[in-house]
């Protein structure tokens, strides 16, 4: 019995040892005037940051796994200034039997120009992300979005988890399965959907309604934040809850505790909010 237990902590040992071995790539991608990167990867955390090099730098850093064809792939291309990675995982290691002591991840680091069009999906793991011109897209299947200096259209969606970001200028669609979603910024569009988490959006001075801009929930309040003199055809509802505004609204139709429909200012294009089961406020900035 003792011989078995020795036998069985040796294993542990060497699985624990294994799952703790670390491995290392990175690369650089020269770009001659605009950088165009689309990003993959199944499995892994994204810290991605703009800077004033002329290159999309990448360093791909794992724990419990080796870089190669046979365990973490990296398949990569370059044409012109377009750059296309793609990260791929084993299929079996998400049923790994480790007894506790896998410790296996994936940590990706890219630089790219700060005038850059980026496509960026993670299928589980938490995307970081500054410092970015252009047109952007942020993809998780199941993490957290932390995003801030971005300007241009920003394209925001994880499955599951939290979207935080800052110092927006431009379009944004933000989009969480499940999760809360705070955002502040300069805005020409908004369009913010959590299927079951509150949102928070703070629109500062200088924002334009160019279209219609929509907030929505399933599940939980919106309170939003607007600059003085702000114009919009307001139109609020919550299936449970209460609507209240600090600002003056011009009321059509008939007042409802959970229904508010009038014009704010002068009057505009639509700004639609909605929640299935929470209370809904608009205030002054």
Known sequence: MRRFALVIL???CLTAAGAASADNWSKN???TTRARLHFTTQDGEIDLVGTTDKQVSVNVETVGWKIGADDVAINEHQTGDNVEIEIRTPRDHHWFIS???DHRSIHITVHVPVDSDIDVHTGDGHINASNVKGESRLDTGDGTIRADHFQGN???????GRIEGFDFDGTVFADSGDGHISVRGRFDRLDLHSGDGSIEATVESGSRMTGPWTLRTGDGHINMRLPENFAANVDAHTGDGRVTLSY?????GTIDRGTIRGKMGNGGDTLMLRSG???ISIDRL
């Not at 920003?154 to 599951?160: F, K, V, W």
């Not at 003056?248 to 059509?252: A, E, G, K, N």
């Open 99 to 101: 007894f506790g002591v």
């Open 10 to 12: 040796g294993v542990l």
């Open 277 to 279: 089961d929470g209370s």
């Open 248 to 252: 003056p609204v011009t009321i059509s």
């Open 154 to 160: 920003i394209h925001l969606h994880t499955g599951d």
């Open 29 to 31: 991608y020269p770009i």
